[in-house]
């Protein structure tokens, strides 16, 4: 059986509470398996089930009694250390111009692919978790996925809704052809206008550190400071399987920058942006 994993990220975000849902599936050499995780500002949840649970139509993903898809999420969890239960629903979507991997999309046999489902959406609805009730009204989302064998061994990624508009950020080892190389993607969704941020646009790393990223693309340039933040477990795919151990704060503390030769466009400090560092 083919070594591979799926997985969609659903971010929901309120001023003052976070919740992140990835449901997945994976199958490896030996088994194959569904799972959801579930990451708050204060804690993470991995819970396993039956490939079997698994059901995939028309953009709409089962597992079990749970159901995620463009219109929402329904939870219905009940397992010995996590008890899940509510719905919420989701406004119209902000997809991006084109497929986030550009020419990248069409080489195969790539390790990890990325995709961007939807940079900006309205949330609205509520979910316990373990009693916890994460109460959304008129609240921001956003859905990414990854797809392949293995997660990057090392990457920076960060995502945060802004006042006006949306901003993901990858930065990762990319095993390709025999050599590596460090490989940028990146959309600033900005007053309604797109910006990119590529390798396949020219986009190089300039300053790789737990204190700051700097990419910089032609005219433009975007810096990142997380200004405090230590991660939650999670489970990450090596060989289809969830045996690696990564780090993800769904909400911290990050200040970005975002500039056109030298002028900001964007200045802000989030309170609440999503930040992983695996280098």
């Known amino acids: 059986m083919r070594k591979y994993f799926c997985g969609w990220y659903f971010r ?4 003052n509470q976070t919740l992140a849902i990835i449901p997945s599936i994976h199958r490896t050499k030996h088994s194959h398996f569904s799972a959801i995780q579930m990451i708050t500002d204060h804690n993470a949840y991995n819970l396993q089930f039956p490939y079997s649970d698994f059901q995939y139509k028309d953009n709409h993903i089962k597992i079990a009694g749970n159901r995620f898809g463009r219109d929402g ?3 219905d969890i009940q397992a010995s250390d996590c008890s899940a239960r509510g719905s919420i629903r989701f406004g119209s979507f902000t997809p991006i111009q084109y497929d986030i991997m550009g020419p990248f999309q069409y080489v195969p046999f790539m390790q990890c692919r990325h995709s961007v489902y939807s940079m900006h959406h309205s949330v609205d609805g509520e979910i316990q978790i373990n009693g916890i009730p994460y109460v959304f009204q008129n609240s921001i989302g956003y ?6 064998h293995s997660f990057p061994k090392e990457y920076v990624w960060t995502q945060c809704s802004l006042p006006d508009g949306s901003l993901m950020l990858s930065v990762a080892d990319i095993p390709f052809c025999g050599f590596r190389f460090t490989g940028v993607i990146g959309v600033v969704f900005l007053r309604g206008k797109e910006y990119r941020l590529a390798t396949y646009l020219g986009a190089k790393p300039v300053k790789i550190t737990p ?14 400071k997380p200004q405090a933040y230590s991660g939650h477990p999670l489970r990450a795919p090596v060989d289809g399987a969830m045996i690696r151990t990564i780090h993800e704060h769904p909400s911290c503390k990050v200040y970005y920058c975002f500039e056109e030769n030298g002028s900001p466009l964007l200045t802000f400090c989030a309170e609440n942006a999503a930040f992983e560092y695996e280098f």
Do not use: K, P
């Not at 204190?211 to 990142?224: K, V």
């Open 12 to 15: 929901c975000q309120s001023d």
């Open 73 to 75: 999420i329904n939870l």
């Open 143 to 148: 859905i990414e996925g990854d797809r392949g």
């Open 211 to 224: 204190e700051e990223i700097i990419i910089r693309q032609d005219a433009f340039s975007l810096t990142i």
